[in-house]
């Protein structure tokens, strides 16, 4: 067999294997720091090192990969830049349960030993989702791969560190912080999850010091109120106006505190008293500085009442709780219990319920930052596509609060501060100092804390390339083009690397942010091992080959439109996949001996579909080139489906294959006599097949990069990867509006021939008669001309064109504008077999639709089935009735028919 015909079928597996080995082994995802072309540079997302491919990896990396082989093809010097982040909770949880298998703490290792863990873990299954990507077909430069933790990013981290907190950026304080109690450490506020939850609102009477009476306070964690300092009331509060000065008894600890007057407390929540615990609550804690109160801390670090909590001391937080309410009820100090939902925190990670904690932690000054970024915004120096998020930016960036770093874990970024033991004074430098510069004392202790993740990857489109060092890299791809990236993380990530770019490159990260929605299921539900409706985008890789899995991904891309995704859609797009791999086949048994020379068209003897298929193709290379360049991948990839399965497959290839097969043009009767149209010229038609193969390739390489690597292989005259070859560019010469109306008109016709055929179960092999008739001379000149293809595509024995006349006998119509269709069915088809048959049809639609109609009025059946189920059953109805309606039709049709004109 000749090499460059293709296999009968398309198998995705071994193509996919051999072609990525080639990319890899050619260097062809190679960027180069010293060139004269354009740059065009991503940094991806890095996924975290414990992870393993999902449809967010897969999705967000699929566009990256269009843009970044799109951009290759138009000629840009292209840097993806990959790499993974060290993930500090998500590694450090894991390799703790491995060590939990063998009997063993982090803390019985120590840290030193346990880091050297985490880091052999790391090399053993860190690589696993770099080889997934690869899969994927991501053409990521892998030479330049990075982490998070490698010594280049180390030194990046401290040194930011260290000059944000020379510039007084980043300070060192108490604060209520999100503490989780089973993760052991500090989260930002990025990092908890709100949901709703039933709880109670507890009313408990706090006894005046003085005199009979107490005061009333509402609240939803009755643990806290033993670590209370004081009691707040509105000072424009009428119930609470002669209370200047009074003081309560806290019950059960009898400790007594002030009431204060304070704005901030809400006069229509609870009692408008508001209990305040300033070591267990953020607000609580801004109102004991402003009141100069104390902060007793009851609960501890574990989640457990410490010794401040008196008799509750080692209960659990929880069980603390009802604790307390008992005591209150038999002390007759607990007013009413009443439901009560609200939003509680979760660790993101956990799901384990946050503790307002009272700690020192280290903190990011954050509001100088974060009005650079919103200017950045504002100016258009960065665009976020699509645009509905900027204002949702704006609105976190205008009110963010300080950013805490410091996580109480030991996989991470070690703070480079150091304690000394002896004067007390704080060092932070970027190595290790020899002694204090203040009592110079060797006594110094490293802060045990890392820095939040987020800290190192906020660096990542410049510590990626280099940075401090003023590296050629950065000079060539600095600021990058685009971020790729959802909207989950564009408060965790996106925002935070705007602040650090603008602050230590002085320029923006990236001049474009595009913000892709989220992968859900058929439903719309977001997928999750716990509901069981997680595609695994490998399993489907396997199944239905990348460029399907891709191909899906593009085409459902809308901006702003979550993607509904379902195993049939994929093994839709793999259809269109084997349609292509069918149609290059045909093509290319058709090229096999042509010299590349004689694909040099003639434009001299182009036939009509050779203009029109021309035409098609240069309007798909601006929809396509434009919709890219605008980031919206499904119009991009519905164009290219709309032009490969319906405009080249279903009418290019079936007009031209009588002149690929030297048949003879079929002939129209028309009213100046029989014509004969032309076909086109052989030798034209095959290097306009070419061309159009040729470019349909190239435009479909970024979205199925590995078929279409191996039908550019196969395709004569080409050379080297479709990688490089260039992006097509539209002419101006071949737009052909003529040839565009001239075949809209003949499909139109073919397409009513065929409705018509299709409706009075005509059988395909069976030849007949039709008759256009049409008032308009230019339309009856056109079909004159080009008829044969109807004739060809119609399966008719004749076609005779005719001004407006009298319809023919037995024969069926359709309209198309001015123009009437009439197909002529005497002798074709067995009237009174054909009526028969359709009430037969008829008579079992109704049936169905009658047992249809019961199940829809049984009340008992809407009341306890499923909704699926009773949806399912309206939707059939809903498709008997459509069935019903056209089988009457037909039946009207035939009816008519048999009784003649």
């Known amino acids: ?179 989780c109690p089973r993760c052991q450490t500090a989260l930002s506020d990025l990092e908890v999850t709100h949901e709703d939850h039933n709880g109670h609102l507890y009313h408990i009477r706090y006894p005046f010091e003085h005199g009979p009476g107490a005061i009333v306070v509402a609240t939803t964690r009755p643990e806290t109120m033993l670590g209370d300092t004081a009691v707040a009331v509105n000072p424009n509060d009428e119930r609470y106006r002669s209370l200047k000065g009074k003081a309560v008894i806290l019950p059960l600890m009898n400790r007594v505190i002030p009431i204060i007057y304070e704005e901030y407390v809400d006069t229509a929540f609870g009692t408008g008293a508001l209990k305040i615990t300033p070591a267990h609550d953020p607000h609580d804690f801004e109102i004991s500085l402003r009141h100069n109160l104390d902060a007793i801390k009851v609960i501890g670090s574990d989640g457990r009442m410490n010794e401040q909590a008196g008799r509750f001391q080692g209960k659990d937080r929880f069980e603390a709780r009802d604790s307390i309410v008992e005591a209150l009820k038999k002390e007759g100090l607990l007013e009413k219990l009443e439901p009560y939902q609200h939003s509680v925190g979760h660790c993101y990670r956990c799901r384990t319920t946050i503790e307002p904690y009272l700690s020192k932690q280290w903190f990011v000054k954050i509001k100088p930052l974060a009005e650079e970024a919103i200017a950045a915004v504002e100016t258009g120096a960065t665009r976020i596509v699509p645009g509905i998020w900027t204002n949702t930016f704006f609105e976190w960036m205008n009110n963010i609060k300080d950013w805490c770093i410091s996580r109480q874990i030991w996989w991470g970024h070690r703070i480079p501060a150091w304690t000394c033991e002896a004067c007390g004074e704080i060092i932070v430098a970027m190595e290790t100092p020899a002694a204090c510069p203040r009592c110079q004392k060797n006594a110094l202790t490293q802060e045990t804390d890392v820095l939040d993740t987020w800290f190192s990857s906020a660096l990542w489109p410049f510590s990626t390339m280099g940075w401090p060092d003023d590296t050629q890299t950065l000079k060539a791809f600095y600021p990058t083009s685009v971020l790729v990236t959802g909207f989950d993380i564009l408060f965790f990530w996106v925002a935070r690397m705007m602040m650090m770019g603008l602050h230590f490159m002085k320029d923006v990260p990236f001049r474009d942010v595009y913000i892709h929605a989220l992968v859900r299921d058929a439903e719309g539900k977001k997928m999750s091992k716990s509901k069981g409706n997680v595609i695994d985008p490998l399993y489907v890789i396997d199944e239905f080959g990348t460029d399907a899995f891709r191909f899906t991904l593009a085409a459902f891309a809308a901006q702003g439109r979550d993607i509904k995704l379902a195993e049939d859609r994929i093994e839709g797009y793999r259809h269109f996949i084997n349609k292509l791999w069918n149609a290059s086949r045909f093509s290319l048994m058709h090229l096999e001996n042509s010299h590349p020379d004689s694909f040099q068209m003639d434009t001299r003897h182009l036939s009509l579909a050779d203009r029109w298929i021309l035409s098609r193709a240069n309007r798909l290379v601006e929809t396509v080139t434009r919709a890219l360049d605008e980031y919206k991948f499904n119009e991009a990839a519905n164009a290219l489906y709309q032009f490969v399965w319906h405009e080249f497959c279903d009418w290019y290839l079936e007009i031209i294959k009588p002149v690929l097969y030297g048949q003879p043009s079929a002939e129209v009767s028309g009213g100046a006599g029989r014509q004969g149209g032309s076909a086109g010229d052989d030798e034209t038609t095959r290097s306009v097949l070419w061309t159009i193969l040729n470019e349909t390739v190239r435009l479909l390489h970024p979205f199925i990069p590995f078929v279409t690597e191996e039908l550019w292989d196969k395709l004569p005259g080409t050379s080297g990867s479709v990688m490089k070859a260039p992006w097509p560019t539209s002419s101006k010469g071949r737009h052909d509006a003529e040839a565009e109306r001239t075949m809209d008109l003949l499909m139109g016709i073919t397409s009513g021939v065929r409705n018509i055929r299709g409706e009075m179960n005509v059988p395909p092999s069976l030849r007949v008669e039709a008759t256009v008739q049409s008032p308009d001379e230019e339309v009856r000149q056109a079909l004159e001309e080009h008829g044969h293809i109807i004739v060809n595509l119609s399966k008719l024995r004749a076609l005779r064109i005719t001004p407006p006349g009298e319809r023919p006998l037995s024969s069926a119509t359709s309209v198309l504008g001015e123009s009437t269709i009439f197909v002529s069915l005497k002798d074709v088809i067995d009237f009174a077999a054909e009526q028969a048959r359709l009430n037969k049809e008829l008579a079992k639609i109704h049936k169905e639709l009658d047992g249809v109609g019961k199940k829809l009025r049984n009340e008992d059946f809407l009341n306890k089935a499923p909704r699926e189920v009773v949806e399912g059953v309206r939707a059939n109805r809903e498709r008997l009735d459509e069935k019903k309606n056209k089988l009457e039709n037909q039946l009207r049709t035939v009816s008519q028919l048999a009784g003649g004109p």
């Open 1 to 179: 067999m000749d090499s460059r015909i293709l296999e009968k079928g398309y198998e995705p597996k071994e193509v996919e294997r051999r072609w990525y080995a080639y990319w890899e082994k050619e260097g062809l995802f190679a960027a180069e720091d010293v060139s004269d072309k354009n740059p065009f540079s991503i940094v991806i997302p890095p996924p975290n090192v414990t992870g393993v491919l999902h449809m967010g990896h897969a999705h967000n990396n699929t566009l990256q990969d269009i843009l970044c082989r799109y951009r290759r093809m138009q000629g840009f010097n292209v840097l993806w830049m990959p790499g993974t982040d060290h993930a500090g909770i998500a590694t450090q949880n894991v390799v703790e349960k491995g060590l939990a298998k063998e009997g063993l703490t982090r803390h019985s290792l120590g840290r030193e030993k346990f880091v050297e863990r985490v880091w052999d873990w790391r090399e053993q299954y860190g690589g696993l989702i770099i080889e997934q990507l690869k899969r994927l077909g991501a053409s990521c430069d892998w030479d330049r791969e990075r982490f998070t933790m490698d010594e280049g990013l180390s030194r990046a981290v401290r040194t930011v560190f260290v000059r944000l907190y020379e510039e007084g950026l980043i300070y060192r304080g108490n604060y209520i912080i999100n503490w």
